[in-house]
């Protein structure tokens, strides 16, 4: 991995500290807006006994909605062991425990290590990983049924505004780095893996994108 975004970055971006200031917001008000979106997109395809794969979910909100709704089990892939107490009280609180899977991993680099699973989510993470072929295209091999996404619009203003973010994390010598990934070579990264567009939804800052299996998208 670059330095740019070594594990020592991502331990400092995504700390214990930012995990309890999500789990605290989660309690209080629900899923954020990109990841309500993502679970409204999913409710509305049907997740009744799917399986879940996640990676990079942080503290878990989007599982134990799914999970809720009606999915079977999930799976919770982090870069980092820094969300990993916080989650496992949710769960708890949830009663959900008995059904999620969490492991610390590199996916894009392990993903020969991981079942595949009806649903795939990446929720703000393509943005935050350098080699975004190798992790949207493990994502996409995984995904039996769907790959849903979030990602930076591709506007001046995004760009402008985490420039300068970057800017001011190099000077602090941060080690990490957020990306704007081109969105059709997202797609097309997916689309080599067998999935199809199905949804393209922006926001003002977010994208939310949906590929699925063509054999499945009526299933």
């Excluded at 049907?46 to 990079?56: A, K, N, P, S």
Aim: hydrophobic share 40%; net charge positive; glycine share 10%.
């Amino acid at each position: 991995m670059p330095d740019c975004c070594s594990p020592k970055g991502y331990r400092w971006v995504f700390s214990e500290r930012s995990a309890r200031g999500e789990a605290r917001r989660y309690r209080r008000k629900g899923l954020d807006g990109t990841s309500r979106r993502i679970v409204d997109f999913l409710k509305a395809q049907g997740v009744e006994g799917r399986t879940v794969l996640e990676v990079g979910g942080g503290i878990g909100a989007i599982q134990i909605e799914l999970l809720k709704a009606g999915a079977s089990r999930a799976l919770s892939i982090e870069l980092t062991p820094t969300y990993e107490d916080v989650a496992a009280g949710l769960l708890r609180e949830a009663g959900l425990a008995d059904r999620v899977e969490r492991r610390v991993m590199d996916f894009a680099e392990a993903a020969a290590e991981v079942d595949g699973a009806d649903i795939v989510v990446l929720n703000r993470v393509i943005c935050c990983y350098p080699d975004m072929p190798k992790l949207a295209g493990a994502a996409a091999g995984h995904a039996r049924r769907l790959l849903v996404m979030s990602y930076p619009r591709r506007t001046w203003w995004t760009r402008l505004g985490l420039g300068v973010s970057n800017g001011v994390l190099a000077l602090m010598r941060r080690e990490f780095h957020i990306f704007v990934h081109p969105p059709q070579e997202i797609a097309a990264t997916a689309r080599q893996h067998g999935l199809e567009p199905v949804l393209e939804q922006t926001g003002v800052l977010w994208t939310v994108a949906a590929l699925g299996r063509a054999s499945s998208q009526t299933a």
